[in-house]
């Protein structure tokens, strides 16, 4: 079975920065893409950022600028560097990897990440 451990979540204050892991374990096969989303309370999840097995990246307009992934395709592990946080970013992140056989989403267990104004 492949788990999604994710680890970096927390409080911290705004304009400050949080660095996200997402860690894959178990067997797993080609990939399209590793990621986040996160989800508000009463409100879909919504996408953050994603990264390709080929590494092309794209990032939802709200965080463009201030977020950036990366990965280390030796360690089956994404990253996701969060800087200039605001108070709007508080959220639950999940990470996601998307397995290329047939399109299928595993999701991590999701962190908190909450930014004090």
């Known amino acids: 079975q492949v788990q999604l451990v994710e680890s970096g979540g927390g409080l911290v204050q705004a304009g400050g920065s949080l660095r996200l892991a997402c860690a894959a374990s178990g067997i797993i096969f080609s990939i399209n893409f590793m990621g986040w989303y996160r989800q508000f309370p009463g409100k879909q999840r919504e996408l953050v950022a994603t990264i390709t097995s080929g590494g092309s990246t794209n990032y939802a307009d709200s965080v463009k600028g201030r977020f950036t992934i990366s990965r280390d395709n030796g360690k089956k592990t994404a990253y996701l560097q969060m800087n200039s946080l605001k108070p709007e970013d508080t959220a639950v992140y999940y990470c996601?990897?998307?397995?290329?056989?047939?399109?299928?989403?595993?999701w991590g267990q999701g962190t908190q990440v909450t930014v004090s104004s």
């Open positions: 996601i990897i998307e397995r290329a056989y047939d399109g299928y989403d595993y």
